[in-house]
Nanobody, 125 residues
């Protein structure tokens, strides 16, 4: 079992920045990377960004490219999401997840077997 805990959400004005952090514990040797997803009210959960522990490759949703940056430390089992130039449409609950399947796309939720409880990000206009 892998436990995942996020922190760092909050309220910010449009154009501002927030940094989310996430830490994994437990059987972290069974993970292949970490990812961030988000879910706005009335919408499905969507991919935001991910990082692979193999080589450090990063992946981003088109809607956040150039504004969000994911970084991670495999040895510490931590990952962060720096969010700049925030927009009201970025408002959502953000979830950190541990990738527990070796193969498959980084963009889909099925490859992530452990999820955090979520942290609220609210961007006011």
């Amino acid at each position: 079992q892998v436990q995942v805990v996020e922190s760092g959400g909050g309220l910010v004005q449009a154009g501002g920045s927030l940094r989310l952090s996430c830490a994994a514990s437990g059987r972290t040797f069974s993970t292949y990377g970490m990812g961030w997803f988000r879910q706005a009210p009335g919408k499905e959960r969507e991919f935001v960004a991910a990082i692979s522990w193999s080589g450090g490759s990063t992946y981003y949703a088109e809607s956040v490219k150039g504004r969000f940056t994911i970084s991670g430390d495999n040895a510490q089992n931590t990952v962060s999401l720096q969010m700049n130039s925030l927009k009201p449409e970025d408002t959502a609950v953000y979830y950190c997840a541990a990738r527990t399947r070796r193969s498959g796309s980084y963009y889909g939720p099925l490859q992530y077997g452990s999820w955090g409880q979520g942290t609220q990000v609210t961007v006011s206009s």
